[in-house]
């Protein structure tokens, strides 16, 4: 087969643009509208929660006007012979009837309602929890987890608390003031419609100014709040750094100074709330009152009953409990809108590597060649890290890279992996260009033993079986004994249910090292990268793995990066990097007979290991034929 290059690629279709961007702050309905589809799932339960809302409220008024019924019934002079009668059972019977239709369908609105906020709550934190995990490195490299952690925390419980405010509460209250308001204007002179309307608009009007000022406080409280909790657990994470060099009172004054800010916005927060309950409470007090006046002179007028003013009491007390509570709410709905809106903002984040619309798998027949196409890369415009690099890894071959820090080794790793998309160039594996194929499948394709690892807050056996989940206990322990770690792990107390803590700080350097070897070695994938995957382990152990890595290469398409070079002797082809350039390339003999930068590092490294045992053991390519 011809070998391809990057003038024969075709070009890869073009990536999806961003998302619509998220709300704006203070645009409340783009926010409620991003809930609609959720909701739209569910549009039956909603419907069925909607007519017992209706039915609970319609219960409701209808208690004032049966005991007006039952005063008008009662209010008999002394010696009138209607007194003789029974009490009027039909309407007490009524009355306690509407009183359990009332907590009836408000439970039942409860029951039928409440799965479906649960369920969508938990539908869009996955989904917000989905979009974090596909955004780009880049964007975790910037963002600092605590407070990212912390947004999406309050987001998740701010869509509970609005959908149930909004049918438990708003809608209830709106239909109640509607059947209210609606009664006084068809039962009694204009009047009583007018005050209470009028009261209605004040309040409504007071309550959204003053919740609406009050909303920079929140807004400021959520900012120190998520400040504070990401310098914790920053804090804590570095527990060990912290305590090396002496820091607790550094970090508990770093702490302290965004608790301090968030009690002063909290403060005001409160204060300012005080201050809307006077003015609700004074609106509703000034109602009330003139109501039940307009009552009064209508008794003594004779134009109204008893019962009648009973009954515009008893509407007044109904409707002045929702309007007191609308106020606690509207600030309640106004808060969750704000903590939903770093969650949209989340959501609305930019994939900056996302897969092709239709893109396929990536098809593979056996260890597949790897190819870099004159590649420019860089971390930010202004910032290059690579310089037109072009190299092959054969299929089934090793190739290493070496050069000094800064060079640009590990980044050829993170473009392999797609984490980022190249500037110039492409990259292919097995003849196909890395953006035209799907990420999972990519990804599936190769293994890395990194230099740094990092495990997860769980068992042994766990972070093994994090190669290939599903693994059982039998491939796990044959992955572990590969990487010779099945004896330690055997030795522990409690084998490979051993908890490693947080970032595996349980376990030593090497003993990390070999869980991602072994977490590698289960994957089995077809290519493999090594990064430094030796670096934290001693000489014996070293020239073990060493061997161990060197047969599992055997049959893969294997790219080394080191620092060593004895550890890559012995590999098909050794690439020298400087600068992001590949300044030199060749077998380890041909390198040295050139007498260029790779023969200078090895004379400095072999200096620097005078006096030391001369280097034993298998290297990485012991295994592999001679190219």
Request: proline share 5%; net charge neutral; aromatic share 8%.
């Amino acid at each position: 087969m011809r070998r391809s290059s990057a003038a024969d690629l075709p070009l890869p279709p073009p990536v999806p643009g961003a998302p619509p961007a998220p709300p704006a702050a203070g645009s409340d309905w783009s926010t409620l509208r991003r809930l609609g589809p959720y909701l739209w799932r569910w549009r039956w339960r909603v419907g069925l929660a909607l007519a017992c809302l209706i039915a609970a409220k319609g219960a409701n008024i209808g208690v004032p006007l049966v005991l007006k019924q039952l005063v008008d019934a009662l209010d008999l002079k002394p010696g009138d012979p209607r007194s003789v009668l029974a009490v009027p059972v039909a309407l007490l019977l009524a009355y306690g009837a509407l009183r359990v239709s009332v907590t009836l369908f408000t439970e039942l609105r409860e029951f039928v309602f409440y799965p479906v906020a649960a369920r969508v709550a938990r539908n869009v934190s996955l989904e917000a929890f989905e979009h974090l995990l596909a955004l780009s490195l880049r964007f975790h490299l910037t963002r600092q987890t605590g407070g990212v952690s912390r947004d999406m925390e309050r987001g998740s419980r701010a869509i509970v608390s609005l959908l149930n405010y909004t049918v438990y509460h708003i809608v209830p209250t709106a239909v109640e003031i509607t059947l209210v308001i609606g009664l006084l204007a068809s039962r009694f002179d204009g009047w009583f419609a007018a005050i209470a309307f009028g009261a209605l608009g004040c309040y409504v009007g007071f309550t959204v100014t003053v919740t609406e000022w009050r909303t920079r406080f929140r807004r400021a409280m959520n900012e120190q709040d998520s400040r504070a909790n990401t310098r914790a657990i920053d804090a804590l994470l570095n527990y060990e750094t912290v305590k090396v060099f002496g820091n607790e009172a550094f970090e508990q004054r770093r702490y302290d100074d965004n608790l301090r800010q968030l009690e002063r916005a909290s403060v005001k927060s409160q204060t300012s709330l005080s201050l809307l309950n006077l003015g609700q409470s004074l609106i509703i007090a000034v109602a009330v009152t003139l109501l039940v006046w307009r009552a009064t002179v209508g008794v003594v007028d004779g134009t109204m009953t008893l019962g009648d003013l009973v009954l515009v009491n008893a509407l007044m007390i109904q409707l002045y409990m929702p309007l007191n509570f609308l106020g606690v709410l509207y600030r309640e709905i106004k808060q969750s809108l704000i903590d939903m809106e770093k969650m949209w903002t989340l959501l609305g984040e930019h994939r900056e590597v996302a897969d092709a619309p239709g893109a396929p798998a990536l098809a593979l027949q056996g260890p597949p060649a790897v190819a870099f196409h004159h590649v420019d890369f860089g971390y930010e415009p202004q910032r290059r890290i690579l310089h037109d690099v072009s190299f092959e890894i054969p299929a089934g071959r090793t190739v290493a890279v070496v050069g000094p820090s800064g060079s640009g080794k590990s980044t050829l790793a993170r473009l392999l992996f797609r984490f980022y998309d190249v500037d110039g160039g492409a990259i292919t594996v097995g003849g196909q260009d890395l953006r035209a194929v799907t990420q999972a499948s990519l990804r599936q394709a190769i293994g890395i033993v990194p230099q740094d690892t990092v495990l997860f807050n769980d068992t042994v056996e766990y972070n093994i079986a994090y190669g290939r989940p599903g693994a059982d206990r039998a491939a796990v322990e044959a992955a572990a004994r590969s990487a010779h770690i099945h004896d330690f792990i055997a030795r522990s107390p409690r084998g490979y249910e051993t908890m490693v803590g947080e970032r595996g700080l349980k376990l030593s350097g090497g003993e990390k090292q070999r869980v991602a070897i072994a977490r590698t070695l289960l994957k089995d994938p077809p290519v493999m990268v090594f990064d430094e995957a030796t670096s934290a382990l001693d000489s014996a152990n070293e020239r073990a793995i060493q061997a161990e890595l060197a047969r599992v290469a055997r049959d893969r398409t294997t790219l080394v990066v080191a620092h060593r070079l004895s550890t890559v002797v012995d590999a098909h082809q050794i690439l020298v990097m400087e600068h992001g350039r590949i300044v030199e390339r060749g077998t380890h003999v041909e390198l040295l007979a050139a007498d260029g930068a790779y023969a200078r590092m090895w004379r400095l490294q072999q200096q620097g290991r005078a006096g030391a045992p001369a280097d034993g053991g298998s290297t990485l390519a012991e295994a592999v034929p001679a190219a």
